[in-house]
Protein backbone atom coordinates (compact mmCIF):
# COMPACT_ATOMS: atom_id res chain seq x y z
CA UNK A 1 0.00 0.00 0.00
CA UNK A 2 2.90 2.50 1.18
CA UNK A 3 4.88 1.46 -2.03
CA UNK A 4 1.80 1.79 -4.68
CA UNK A 5 1.15 5.78 -2.84
CA UNK A 6 5.30 6.63 -3.31
CA UNK A 7 5.17 4.98 -7.11
CA UNK A 8 2.33 7.19 -7.15
CA UNK A 9 4.04 10.32 -6.12
CA UNK A 10 7.13 9.81 -8.06
CA UNK A 11 4.82 9.39 -11.09
CA UNK A 12 3.09 12.79 -10.63
CA UNK A 13 6.47 14.43 -10.25
CA UNK A 14 7.94 12.90 -13.03
CA UNK A 15 4.85 14.09 -15.47
CA UNK A 16 5.24 17.69 -13.82
CA UNK A 17 8.54 17.47 -14.52
CA UNK A 18 8.13 16.02 -18.07
CA UNK A 19 5.39 18.78 -19.63
CA UNK A 20 7.51 21.64 -18.96
CA UNK A 21 10.06 19.79 -20.71
CA UNK A 22 8.49 18.59 -23.38
CA UNK A 23 7.30 22.42 -23.86
CA UNK A 24 10.59 23.99 -23.89
CA UNK A 25 12.04 21.17 -26.07
CA UNK A 26 9.00 21.57 -28.58
CA UNK A 27 9.81 25.09 -28.78
CA UNK A 28 13.39 24.86 -29.18
CA UNK A 29 12.26 22.04 -32.12
CA UNK A 30 10.03 24.81 -33.85
CA UNK A 31 12.87 27.59 -34.06
CA UNK A 32 15.57 25.15 -34.90
CA UNK A 33 13.74 23.31 -37.80
CA UNK A 34 10.76 25.60 -38.73
CA UNK A 35 11.73 27.74 -41.24
CA UNK A 36 11.78 31.35 -40.32
CA UNK A 37 11.82 35.13 -42.46
CA UNK A 38 15.65 33.79 -42.83
CA UNK A 39 13.83 31.61 -45.16
CA UNK A 40 13.55 34.87 -47.63
CA UNK A 41 16.51 34.95 -48.70
CA UNK A 42 17.56 32.73 -51.66
CA UNK A 43 20.09 32.76 -54.71
CA UNK A 44 19.94 35.05 -57.52
CA UNK A 45 19.87 31.92 -59.73
CA UNK A 46 16.72 30.49 -58.18
CA UNK A 47 14.86 33.51 -58.60
CA UNK A 48 15.96 34.10 -61.83
CA UNK A 49 14.99 30.94 -63.04
CA UNK A 50 11.68 30.62 -62.21
CA UNK A 51 11.12 34.49 -63.93
CA UNK A 52 12.66 33.09 -67.37
CA UNK A 53 9.48 33.73 -69.12
CA UNK A 54 10.09 37.62 -68.58
CA UNK A 55 12.30 38.31 -71.77
CA UNK A 56 11.59 42.19 -72.99
CA UNK A 57 11.57 45.30 -70.60
CA UNK A 58 10.10 48.14 -72.48
CA UNK A 59 11.71 51.37 -70.62
CA UNK A 60 9.84 53.56 -73.31
CA UNK A 61 7.52 54.20 -76.06
CA UNK A 62 8.40 57.50 -78.23
CA UNK A 63 6.37 58.90 -81.45
CA UNK A 64 8.80 60.28 -83.39
CA UNK A 65 8.28 62.30 -86.98
CA UNK A 66 10.81 61.90 -89.16
CA UNK A 67 10.95 64.86 -91.43
CA UNK A 68 12.89 65.07 -94.97
CA UNK A 69 13.37 68.58 -96.10
CA UNK A 70 13.79 69.30 -99.99
CA UNK A 71 15.44 72.90 -99.98
CA UNK A 72 15.21 75.13 -103.41
CA UNK A 73 14.89 78.36 -104.85
CA UNK A 74 12.38 80.79 -104.50
CA UNK A 75 10.85 81.76 -107.89
CA UNK A 76 12.13 85.10 -106.97
CA UNK A 77 15.58 84.25 -106.57
CA UNK A 78 15.75 81.65 -110.03
CA UNK A 79 16.42 84.57 -112.74
CA UNK A 80 19.50 85.89 -110.27
CA UNK A 81 20.78 82.30 -109.41
CA UNK A 82 20.37 81.14 -113.42
CA UNK A 83 22.37 84.65 -114.09
CA UNK A 84 24.71 84.26 -111.77
CA UNK A 85 25.39 80.11 -113.04
CA UNK A 86 25.48 81.60 -116.61
CA UNK A 87 28.52 84.12 -115.87
CA UNK A 88 30.05 81.82 -113.54
CA UNK A 89 29.92 79.22 -117.07
CA UNK A 90 31.28 82.45 -119.30
CA UNK A 91 33.66 83.76 -116.28
CA UNK A 92 31.85 86.79 -115.76
CA UNK A 93 31.10 87.74 -112.56
CA UNK A 94 32.06 86.85 -108.91
CA UNK A 95 30.10 83.23 -109.78
CA UNK A 96 30.01 82.98 -106.11
CA UNK A 97 28.08 79.93 -104.50
CA UNK A 98 24.19 81.45 -103.64
CA UNK A 99 23.15 78.04 -101.87
CA UNK A 100 22.14 79.67 -98.92
CA UNK A 101 19.06 81.75 -100.23
CA UNK A 102 17.52 77.88 -100.73
CA UNK A 103 14.36 77.54 -98.43
CA UNK A 104 11.93 75.05 -97.88
CA UNK A 105 10.18 73.85 -100.76
CA UNK A 106 8.81 70.31 -100.11
CA UNK A 107 8.56 67.93 -97.56
CA UNK A 108 7.93 64.54 -96.42
CA UNK A 109 6.87 63.52 -92.73
CA UNK A 110 6.76 59.81 -91.48
CA UNK A 111 5.13 59.13 -87.94
CA UNK A 112 7.30 56.24 -86.35
CA UNK A 113 6.27 55.00 -83.01
CA UNK A 114 9.91 53.31 -81.91
CA UNK A 115 9.48 51.04 -78.66
CA UNK A 116 12.87 50.85 -76.67
CA UNK A 117 13.83 48.78 -73.71
CA UNK A 118 16.22 45.22 -73.15
CA UNK A 119 15.63 42.29 -75.11
CA UNK A 120 16.54 39.63 -73.23
CA UNK A 121 16.42 41.33 -69.58
CA UNK A 122 16.74 37.47 -67.68
CA UNK A 123 20.37 37.10 -69.10
CA UNK A 124 21.10 40.69 -67.99
CA UNK A 125 19.82 40.06 -64.58
CA UNK A 126 22.17 37.07 -64.90
CA UNK A 127 25.42 38.99 -65.13
CA UNK A 128 26.95 39.99 -61.99
CA UNK A 129 28.30 43.20 -63.49
CA UNK A 130 24.77 44.53 -63.81
CA UNK A 131 23.93 43.49 -60.49
CA UNK A 132 26.76 44.84 -58.56
CA UNK A 133 26.87 48.49 -60.92
CA UNK A 134 23.18 48.57 -60.07
CA UNK A 135 23.21 47.96 -56.74
CA UNK A 136 26.54 50.53 -56.06
CA UNK A 137 23.85 52.94 -57.93
CA UNK A 138 25.90 53.61 -60.91
CA UNK A 139 23.71 53.74 -63.17
CA UNK A 140 25.55 54.98 -65.88
CA UNK A 141 27.64 52.05 -66.18
CA UNK A 142 24.65 50.52 -66.89
CA UNK A 143 23.52 49.03 -71.09
CA UNK A 144 21.72 51.40 -72.79
CA UNK A 145 18.12 50.52 -73.70
CA UNK A 146 17.91 49.42 -77.68
CA UNK A 147 15.44 49.93 -80.05
CA UNK A 148 13.41 47.42 -79.62
CA UNK A 149 10.58 47.66 -82.48
CA UNK A 150 9.92 50.54 -85.37
CA UNK A 151 6.28 51.11 -86.80
CA UNK A 152 5.65 53.57 -89.30
CA UNK A 153 2.32 55.05 -88.51
CA UNK A 154 1.78 57.77 -91.37
CA UNK A 155 3.32 59.19 -94.59
CA UNK A 156 2.56 62.83 -95.26
CA UNK A 157 4.50 64.32 -98.15
CA UNK A 158 3.66 67.92 -99.89
CA UNK A 159 5.26 70.59 -102.30
CA UNK A 160 8.17 69.60 -104.40
CA UNK A 161 8.97 66.16 -103.20
CA UNK A 162 9.11 63.00 -105.44
CA UNK A 163 8.90 59.57 -104.54
CA UNK A 164 12.65 58.72 -105.34
CA UNK A 165 13.57 60.65 -102.82
CA UNK A 166 15.04 59.81 -99.05
CA UNK A 167 11.89 59.54 -97.27
CA UNK A 168 10.53 56.76 -99.08
CA UNK A 169 13.90 54.54 -99.08
CA UNK A 170 13.10 54.57 -94.95
CA UNK A 171 10.22 52.17 -95.71
CA UNK A 172 12.99 49.66 -96.88
CA UNK A 173 16.02 50.04 -95.68
CA UNK A 174 16.01 49.12 -92.17
CA UNK A 175 19.65 50.21 -91.34
CA UNK A 176 18.65 53.43 -92.83
CA UNK A 177 15.48 53.61 -90.78
CA UNK A 178 17.35 52.95 -87.82
CA UNK A 179 20.25 55.63 -88.38
CA UNK A 180 17.84 58.11 -89.06
CA UNK A 181 15.36 57.60 -85.95
CA UNK A 182 18.47 57.29 -83.74
CA UNK A 183 20.13 60.86 -85.71
CA UNK A 184 16.30 62.07 -85.17
CA UNK A 185 16.25 61.47 -81.68
CA UNK A 186 19.75 62.95 -80.69
CA UNK A 187 19.10 65.62 -82.71
CA UNK A 188 15.95 66.60 -80.69
CA UNK A 189 17.80 66.09 -77.52
CA UNK A 190 15.60 63.46 -76.47
CA UNK A 191 18.28 60.07 -76.97
CA UNK A 192 20.24 60.59 -73.61
CA UNK A 193 16.69 61.15 -71.65
CA UNK A 194 15.35 57.61 -73.02
CA UNK A 195 18.53 56.17 -72.32
CA UNK A 196 19.18 57.68 -68.63
CA UNK A 197 15.17 56.72 -68.36
CA UNK A 198 16.15 52.43 -69.73
CA UNK A 199 19.22 52.20 -66.93
CA UNK A 200 16.89 53.75 -64.25
CA UNK A 201 14.13 51.07 -65.37
CA UNK A 202 16.88 48.31 -65.46
CA UNK A 203 18.21 49.46 -62.38
CA UNK A 204 14.66 49.33 -60.19
CA UNK A 205 15.04 45.83 -61.32
CA UNK A 206 18.82 44.68 -60.91
CA UNK A 207 18.68 46.13 -57.36
CA UNK A 208 16.04 43.81 -56.33
CA UNK A 209 19.01 41.27 -55.99
CA UNK A 210 21.15 43.35 -53.54
CA UNK A 211 22.15 41.78 -50.79
CA UNK B 1 -2.49 14.73 -17.33
CA UNK B 2 -5.52 15.04 -20.31
CA UNK B 3 -5.71 19.04 -19.29
CA UNK B 4 -1.71 19.48 -19.06
CA UNK B 5 -1.22 18.06 -22.58
CA UNK B 6 -4.09 20.34 -23.73
CA UNK B 7 -2.78 23.41 -22.48
CA UNK B 8 0.88 22.00 -24.00
CA UNK B 9 -1.03 21.68 -27.27
CA UNK B 10 -2.79 24.92 -27.38
CA UNK B 11 0.44 27.11 -26.41
CA UNK B 12 2.58 24.94 -28.80
CA UNK B 13 0.11 26.11 -31.74
CA UNK B 14 -0.23 29.80 -30.03
CA UNK B 15 3.02 30.35 -30.53
CA UNK B 16 3.56 28.48 -34.20
CA UNK B 17 0.56 30.84 -34.93
CA UNK B 18 2.35 33.90 -33.39
CA UNK B 19 5.78 32.87 -35.40
CA UNK B 20 4.49 32.36 -38.77
CA UNK B 21 2.14 36.02 -38.65
CA UNK B 22 5.65 37.32 -37.40
CA UNK B 23 7.34 35.80 -40.21
CA UNK B 24 4.47 37.35 -42.66
CA UNK B 25 4.66 40.51 -41.18
CA UNK B 26 8.19 40.63 -41.51
CA UNK B 27 8.10 39.64 -45.36
CA UNK B 28 5.40 42.08 -46.11
CA UNK B 29 7.46 44.90 -44.33
CA UNK B 30 10.27 44.34 -46.61
CA UNK B 31 8.46 44.07 -49.66
CA UNK B 32 6.77 47.24 -48.82
CA UNK B 33 9.66 48.68 -48.01
CA UNK B 34 11.64 47.68 -51.54
CA UNK B 35 8.61 48.76 -53.30
CA UNK B 36 8.40 52.11 -52.23
CA UNK B 37 11.63 53.43 -52.60
CA UNK B 38 11.56 52.71 -56.05
CA UNK B 39 8.05 53.63 -56.50
CA UNK B 40 8.44 56.05 -59.42
CA UNK B 41 11.10 54.13 -61.70
CA UNK B 42 8.99 50.46 -62.55
CA UNK B 43 5.90 51.80 -61.23
CA UNK B 44 5.80 54.10 -65.24
CA UNK B 45 6.21 54.23 -68.90
CA UNK B 46 7.72 56.27 -70.22
CA UNK B 47 6.52 57.74 -73.62
CA UNK B 48 7.50 60.57 -75.21
CA UNK B 49 5.77 62.33 -78.16
CA UNK B 50 7.58 64.43 -81.23
CA UNK B 51 5.06 66.22 -82.69
CA UNK B 52 5.43 68.40 -85.80
CA UNK B 53 2.62 71.30 -86.88
CA UNK B 54 3.33 71.69 -90.85
CA UNK B 55 1.67 73.90 -93.04
CA UNK B 56 2.12 73.70 -96.98
CA UNK B 57 0.37 77.23 -98.88
CA UNK B 58 0.62 77.01 -102.77
CA UNK B 59 1.34 80.42 -104.58
CA UNK B 60 0.64 81.12 -108.42
CA UNK B 61 3.18 84.18 -108.45
CA UNK B 62 5.02 83.88 -105.17
CA UNK B 63 6.87 81.22 -103.80
CA UNK B 64 5.18 78.26 -102.04
CA UNK B 65 4.63 78.58 -98.13
CA UNK B 66 5.49 76.12 -95.54
CA UNK B 67 5.78 76.56 -92.09
CA UNK B 68 6.93 73.94 -89.93
CA UNK B 69 7.17 73.28 -86.22
CA UNK B 70 8.42 70.86 -83.81
CA UNK B 71 7.78 70.21 -80.28
CA UNK B 72 7.99 67.36 -77.64
CA UNK B 73 5.76 66.41 -74.82
CA UNK B 74 6.80 63.88 -72.25
CA UNK B 75 4.31 61.58 -71.04
CA UNK B 76 5.07 59.26 -67.68
CA UNK B 77 2.38 56.10 -67.32
CA UNK B 78 1.93 54.53 -64.61
CA UNK B 79 0.55 53.47 -60.99
CA UNK B 80 0.68 55.10 -57.82
CA UNK B 81 1.23 52.93 -55.06
CA UNK B 82 1.20 53.10 -51.40
CA UNK B 83 1.69 50.56 -48.81
CA UNK B 84 -1.73 49.12 -48.29
CA UNK B 85 -1.74 48.36 -52.50
CA UNK B 86 0.63 45.48 -50.68
CA UNK B 87 -0.05 42.26 -48.87
CA UNK B 88 1.48 38.87 -47.88
CA UNK B 89 -0.78 36.72 -46.83
CA UNK B 90 -1.30 32.88 -46.53
CA UNK B 91 -2.87 30.45 -47.58
CA UNK B 92 -2.47 26.85 -45.68
CA UNK B 93 1.49 26.38 -46.64
CA UNK B 94 1.38 29.11 -49.83
CA UNK B 95 2.44 32.67 -49.26
CA UNK B 96 0.89 34.73 -51.20
CA UNK B 97 2.22 38.48 -52.50
CA UNK B 98 -1.16 39.85 -52.84
CA UNK B 99 -0.97 43.25 -55.23
CA UNK B 100 -4.23 45.26 -55.98
CA UNK B 101 -3.37 48.42 -57.76
CA UNK B 102 -5.83 51.23 -59.11
CA UNK B 103 -6.63 52.04 -62.79
CA UNK B 104 -3.12 53.09 -64.59
CA UNK B 105 -2.52 57.02 -64.83
CA UNK B 106 -0.80 59.57 -66.57
CA UNK B 107 1.36 60.98 -63.67
CA UNK B 108 3.84 63.56 -65.58
CA UNK B 109 3.74 65.64 -68.41
CA UNK B 110 6.15 67.99 -70.07
CA UNK B 111 5.73 69.77 -73.14
CA UNK B 112 8.70 71.55 -74.46
CA UNK B 113 9.63 73.65 -77.97
CA UNK B 114 12.43 71.65 -79.43
CA UNK B 115 12.45 73.66 -82.91
CA UNK B 116 11.63 77.55 -83.55
CA UNK B 117 9.65 77.72 -86.94
CA UNK B 118 11.20 77.20 -90.20
CA UNK B 119 9.14 78.95 -92.56
CA UNK B 120 9.67 80.34 -96.64
CA UNK B 121 9.28 83.66 -95.89
CA UNK B 122 10.34 85.43 -92.26
CA UNK B 123 7.50 86.05 -89.94
CA UNK B 124 5.01 83.96 -92.28
CA UNK B 125 2.16 83.05 -90.05
CA UNK B 126 -0.13 80.19 -91.93
CA UNK B 127 -3.47 80.69 -92.52
CA UNK B 128 -6.61 78.37 -92.68
CA UNK B 129 -7.51 77.25 -96.04
CA UNK B 130 -11.43 77.31 -95.06
CA UNK B 131 -12.06 80.07 -93.13
CA UNK B 132 -8.95 82.24 -93.85
CA UNK B 133 -8.06 83.30 -90.61
CA UNK B 134 -4.76 83.03 -89.12
CA UNK B 135 -4.19 79.38 -87.73
CA UNK B 136 -3.79 78.96 -84.00
CA UNK B 137 -0.25 77.04 -84.06
CA UNK B 138 -0.39 76.20 -79.97
CA UNK B 139 -3.39 74.66 -80.56
CA UNK B 140 -3.32 72.23 -83.25
CA UNK B 141 -0.46 71.18 -81.96
CA UNK B 142 -2.30 70.49 -78.77
CA UNK B 143 -4.89 68.51 -80.68
CA UNK B 144 -2.56 66.60 -82.19
CA UNK B 145 -1.17 65.52 -78.92
CA UNK B 146 -4.57 64.88 -77.66
CA UNK B 147 -5.21 62.46 -80.79
CA UNK B 148 -1.72 61.04 -79.94
CA UNK B 149 -3.11 60.47 -76.30
CA UNK B 150 -5.68 58.77 -76.89
CA UNK B 151 -4.47 56.78 -79.46
CA UNK B 152 -1.43 55.12 -77.38
CA UNK B 153 -2.80 55.83 -73.64
CA UNK B 154 -4.11 52.53 -72.85
CA UNK B 155 -1.73 50.57 -74.84
CA UNK B 156 0.77 52.07 -72.60
CA UNK B 157 -0.69 51.83 -69.65
CA UNK B 158 -0.77 47.90 -70.38
CA UNK B 159 2.97 48.28 -71.06
CA UNK B 160 3.52 50.32 -68.04
CA UNK B 161 1.48 47.63 -66.26
CA UNK B 162 3.35 44.57 -67.66
CA UNK B 163 6.89 46.03 -66.45
CA UNK B 164 5.28 46.63 -62.87
CA UNK B 165 3.57 43.28 -63.11
CA UNK B 166 6.89 41.59 -63.73
CA UNK B 167 9.21 43.51 -61.14
CA UNK B 168 6.60 41.75 -58.43
CA UNK B 169 7.29 38.73 -60.20
CA UNK B 170 10.93 39.00 -59.65
CA UNK B 171 10.23 40.23 -56.03
CA UNK B 172 7.59 37.52 -55.40
CA UNK B 173 10.04 34.96 -56.64
CA UNK B 174 13.11 36.43 -54.35
CA UNK B 175 10.49 36.28 -51.13
CA UNK B 176 9.33 32.72 -52.21
CA UNK B 177 5.98 33.96 -52.55
CA UNK B 178 3.49 33.32 -55.45
CA UNK B 179 2.26 35.95 -56.82
CA UNK B 180 -1.24 37.44 -57.24
CA UNK B 181 -1.54 40.41 -59.46
CA UNK B 182 -4.78 42.62 -60.29
CA UNK B 183 -4.92 46.27 -61.98
CA UNK B 184 -8.55 47.68 -61.04
CA UNK B 185 -10.13 47.41 -64.95
Known sequence: MESTNIKSVVHKNLLRLLIPALIVLSIVVYYVYVPTSHTTKISITHALQKTKEIDKLYTGVYIIPAVDKKYDFR??????????????????GSGGNDDAKKVVKGYCKKRYEVS????????????NEVIE???????????????????????????DYSGNDRCYRWDTDEKMRRNLLM???????????????????????ATIFCE | MKKSFFSFLMVALLLAACNNSDD????????RSEVLKESTGIASLEAIYLVSYMHFQENLIASDDIYVQKDSVSIDY?????????RIVADGERKILQVRLQKGEVLATNRITIENPETTHTGYRPKDKNTGEFVDVDAAMN??????????GERNLK???????????????????ELDFQVEA
Open chain 1, 75 to 92: KRDLPMHYLNQLGQSLGI
Open chain 1, 116 to 127: VGYNNITELLSN
Open chain 1, 133 to 159: NACQGRTDKLPNPQILAVNCRSTEARG
Open chain 1, 183 to 205: GQMKHDDILEKVNKRGRESLKTL
Open chain 2, 24 to 31: LKNIENAV
Open chain 2, 78 to 86: GFKIDENAI
Open chain 2, 143 to 152: QEIEQIKAEY
Open chain 2, 159 to 177: TAAENIKNFFKILATKYGL
